[in-house]
């Protein structure tokens, strides 16, 4: 639909017309209610409402929006329903004839002619019908040219649209002739042909792309996708991955598009598209407990380097976690980062997974051949997860790749040079594989050669509870829930618990606690049964123990609510002791023995 401001230009000028041609003063206003073109006093009123807005209200205008027919006002001074300055008694208009504007069966304005003198009202009603005529002719005139403007202003946007498109676009884009003589390019057309846009524009596609297959097209009209070209002219020399589509004419193409992208830059895209990789900062790692702000710490200084590094703990501690804050926080930040689950894949796959394969290499091999995960870190950074699941053939060839940087695929012989950090990780210990002739003990310190070791939950107690917070405000947005808190016992219960799991086991608690709680706090029912057996188990016996025992325990439940109220920072651990009267040193002490720092 038409907008009459945006051709307010030409609203003006036909209301002056108008005016000039039937001597009588002219509005015209929006489906707003708008004042957008008129004469005299209108025009001094341009840019404000009509019947105040009110598009709704029962005055001329607004039924007129509503109803879209022809209107004839004899005598507005008596017509309570003809604008609301009649009401106040501050009309001076004498009569009006207006019509809608319309445009697609829409109403986008209205043309009004207005008396203000009795000879101006005789005039206007002695020839009423030859005014309609005119008047509805110029409301037509004024609709065919808002949605002229219109389809202009849809065409310049969808020209724009596609230009803006074609520039921003990852790939290279060229476009030629009947002839093959390229007449468009785009900004990254130059920076893969290494040139600037007036020296491709106008020049043959050969001068590029010496026996491009783009040429067949023109003749046949048949286009191909995703073709891996390799092209050397005088200046240069490119590796691309190319698709040309033609240019259909009424009997033969009468050009071919052509798109095309750096080979290694694919290879990366179809990464980032397929794995989603995420990125990760040691910021997102939670917890300020000694032992975890020490790894943190650690890690941080790691990342600034190229060694391989090597982390150890037990399954859920956040190993992954670690890798890719270890690689953003890298100078390979803007690189690829590969994750490999060597234990997930079948040993028979491994390999190829790894260090991909040419076609033909085996039976069920793609055609193309398959690009390895070693390729598409190039660059950047690979994690080989659960590296002690990895077969001892595998590790042969994983050391040979560590010390030379280089390998061939499966299936081919052409050497591959890589620039890739590696990053390992293990629960299993390594070292005790290696007397059981289960892992190389040569692999073993090629990758160690920065070893971290991710502390468990249970050797950091104190960070439960920041955890806890974290993962509720996460599966609160995630699930819709408005849970505040977690209640007292439940929060003994966590800093009571071991964790096997590790931090994985307190995310999978707090996502069940969220899950089953209606209420504003997660209460002893929202645990998951097997930590809910630990609070029972300590509930039976509690009758039985010692009266040093009890002492110990009302002791720890004291600090736990504590530590709940001030936090575990270290200004909150010096207001506990202050505040219970010991120093620091014994805090830290009692934390250690309930196992809660």
Known sequence: MGSLKRIADSVQQVAEAISLAVGIETEIVDNELTIVGGTNRYRERLGEKEESGKLSGDYLYGRML????????????????????????????????????????????????????????????????????????????????????????????????????????????????????????????????????????????????????????????????????????????????????????????????????????????????????????????????????????????????????????????????????????????????????????????????????????FTGAKEKGKVGKFELADGGTIFLDEIGDMPLHLQVKLLHVLQNRRFERVGGNKTILIDVRVIAATNKNLEEMIHQKKFREDLYYRLSVIPLKIPSLRERGEDILLLKDYFLKKYNAFLNKRIKGFSRQVEELYLAYDWPGNVRELENAVEYGVNMTLEEEIQLEAVPPRIKKLYSFSDAKSSSISLQDQVKRFEKEIFIKKLTEKGSSQNGKLEIAEELGISRATLYRKLAEYNLS
């Open 66 to 361: 509503r109803q879209g027919e022809t209107v004839v006002v004899e005598d507005a001074r008596r017509d309570i329903n003809y604008d609301y300055s009649t009401t106040i008694g501050a009309t001076e208009e004498l009569a009006e004839i207006c019509t809608p504007i319309k445009a697609d069966e829409k109403i986008i304005g209205i043309i009004g002619l207005v008396a203000f003198t009795k000879e101006q009202q005789q005039q206007l009603l002695k020839n009423k019908d030859s005014m309609i005529l005119f008047v509805e002719r110029m409301a037509d005139l004024l609709a065919s040219k808002a949605l002229e403007n219109e389809v202009f202003d849809r065409v310049k946007t969808i020209q724009n649209e596609i230009m803006t498109i074609l520039e921003t676009i990852h790939e290279g884009m060229l476009s030629i002739d009947g002839k093959g003589y390229i007449n468009y390019c785009n900004s990254n057309a130059e920076i893969l042909l290494k040139t600037i846009r007036e020296e491709i524009i106008g020049r043959h596609i050969s001068h590029f792309m010496p026996n491009s297959p783009a040429l067949k097209v023109l003749e046949t009209g048949e286009g191909y996708t995703e073709h891996e070209e390799m092209y050397k002219n005088s200046e240069n020399s490119f590796h691309f991955i190319v698709t040309a589509k033609a240019i259909l004419g009424k009997s033969k193409p009468r050009g071919v598009v052509i798109s095309f992208r750096d080979i290694v830059e694919a290879r990366k895209l179809i990464y980032n598209m397929s794995e989603m990789s995420m990125s990760y900062t040691f910021d997102d790692i939670i917890g300020d407990s000694d032992s975890i702000t020490r790894i943190k710490t650690q890690a941080h200084q790691v990342a600034r380097g190229y060694s391989t590094v090597l982390i150890t703990g037990e399954s859920g501690t956040g190993k992954e976690l670690f890798s890719r804050a270890i690689h953003y926080s890298s100078p390979r930040k803007k690189g690829p980062f590969i994750t490999v689950n060597c234990g997930a894949i079948p040993e028979t796959l491994l390999e190829s997974e790894l260090f991909g394969y040419e076609r033909g290499a």
